[in-house]
Protein backbone atom coordinates (compact mmCIF):
# COMPACT_ATOMS: atom_id res chain seq x y z
CA UNK A 1 0.00 0.00 0.00
CA UNK A 2 1.09 3.35 -1.00
CA UNK A 3 1.71 6.60 1.14
CA UNK A 4 -0.65 8.41 -1.02
CA UNK A 5 -3.56 5.38 -0.43
CA UNK A 6 -3.26 5.24 3.01
CA UNK A 7 -3.43 9.31 3.42
CA UNK A 8 -6.72 8.73 1.60
CA UNK A 9 -7.48 6.15 3.50
CA UNK A 10 -7.21 8.39 6.81
CA UNK A 11 -8.67 11.53 5.29
CA UNK A 12 -11.85 9.43 4.43
CA UNK A 13 -11.98 7.52 7.72
CA UNK A 14 -11.58 11.40 9.39
CA UNK A 15 -14.12 12.79 7.39
CA UNK A 16 -16.42 10.06 8.02
CA UNK A 17 -15.98 10.53 11.88
CA UNK A 18 -17.11 13.90 11.43
CA UNK A 19 -20.50 12.36 9.93
CA UNK A 20 -20.96 10.23 12.81
CA UNK A 21 -19.88 13.19 15.49
CA UNK A 22 -22.77 15.25 13.72
CA UNK A 23 -24.93 12.55 14.43
CA UNK A 24 -25.96 11.47 10.83
CA UNK A 25 -24.73 8.19 10.66
CA UNK A 26 -28.17 7.01 9.36
CA UNK A 27 -28.96 10.29 7.24
CA UNK A 28 -29.64 9.59 3.42
CA UNK A 29 -26.69 10.27 1.13
CA UNK A 30 -28.12 12.68 -0.85
CA UNK A 31 -29.03 14.73 2.07
CA UNK A 32 -25.80 14.57 3.32
CA UNK A 33 -23.88 15.62 -0.19
CA UNK A 34 -26.56 18.53 -0.48
CA UNK A 35 -25.52 19.78 3.16
CA UNK A 36 -21.54 19.58 2.57
CA UNK A 37 -22.23 21.46 -1.17
CA UNK A 38 -24.32 23.86 0.30
CA UNK A 39 -21.70 24.30 3.18
CA UNK A 40 -18.56 24.33 0.88
CA UNK A 41 -20.51 27.85 -0.90
CA UNK A 42 -20.76 29.62 2.92
CA UNK A 43 -17.81 32.68 2.12
CA UNK A 44 -15.17 32.42 4.61
CA UNK A 45 -15.28 35.35 6.45
CA UNK A 46 -18.82 35.35 6.76
CA UNK A 47 -21.58 35.66 9.93
CA UNK A 48 -22.49 32.60 8.88
CA UNK A 49 -19.58 30.84 8.29
CA UNK A 50 -18.36 32.27 12.03
CA UNK A 51 -21.06 30.99 13.10
CA UNK A 52 -20.71 27.41 11.30
CA UNK A 53 -17.23 27.40 12.92
CA UNK A 54 -18.36 28.30 16.05
CA UNK A 55 -20.86 25.21 16.30
CA UNK A 56 -18.12 22.94 15.61
CA UNK A 57 -15.11 23.85 17.47
CA UNK A 58 -18.45 23.88 20.79
CA UNK A 59 -18.81 20.40 19.27
CA UNK A 60 -15.11 19.21 19.73
CA UNK A 61 -14.49 21.45 22.91
CA UNK A 62 -17.76 19.14 24.35
CA UNK A 63 -15.93 15.63 22.99
CA UNK A 64 -12.90 16.78 24.89
CA UNK A 65 -14.53 17.35 27.92
CA UNK A 66 -16.58 14.00 27.64
CA UNK A 67 -13.39 12.46 27.42
CA UNK A 68 -11.53 14.05 30.15
CA UNK A 69 -14.28 12.53 32.75
CA UNK A 70 -14.12 9.21 31.56
Request: include cysteine; hydrophobic fraction near 45%; aromatic fraction near 2%.
Amino acid sequence: MTQGHKREIHERTILGGLIIKAGLKNADRAFLLGALIEASQVPVGTIEHTRLCALGAEAFRAEARARIKL
